[in-house]
Nanobody, 114 residues
Framework: QVQLTESGGGSVQAGGSLRLSCIASGNRFSMDTMGWYRQAPGKQREIVAT???????TYTSSVKGRFSISRDNARNTLFLRMDSLKPEDTALYLC????????WGRGTQVTVSS
């Protein structure tokens, strides 16, 4: 059974930075494509960034140049570095194993004030 545990969220002012972490267990982490999603109140869940096992990354356009996804396969840990945060980045951020069915963590809240 796959378990994902996110941490690192918090409240910051616009322009600030946060680093999210997600520890995975129960899966073959080094072989899985992983991703970060976010969901703001009243909005649909959206993909933020993905990273393949070999390290290839993708980003949604609104975070390109500000966010960086990375992974440490030896520690079964996924990261999301977020810089130049904006109020519109406020959301619950969830880690996911990107295979069918998608497995989600419970999320960590990020709140950016103007």
């Amino acid at each position: 059974q796959v378990q994902l545990t996110e941490s690192g969220g918090g409240s910051v002012q616009a322009g600030g930075s946060l680093r999210l972490s997600c520890i995975a267990s129960g899966n073959r982490f080094s072989m899985d494509t992983m991703g970060w999603y976010r969901q703001a109140p009243g909005k649909q869940r959206e993909i933020v960034a993905t990273i393949r096992p070999e390290g290839t990354t993708t980003y949604t356009s609104s975070v390109k140049g500000r966010f960086s996804i990375s992974r440490d396969n030896a520690r079964n840990t996924l990261f999301l570095r977020m810089d130049s945060l904006k109020p519109e980045d406020t959301a619950l951020y969830l880690c996911a194993v990107l295979k069918t069915p998608i497995t989600w963590g419970r999320g960590t809240q990020v709140t950016v004030s103007s």
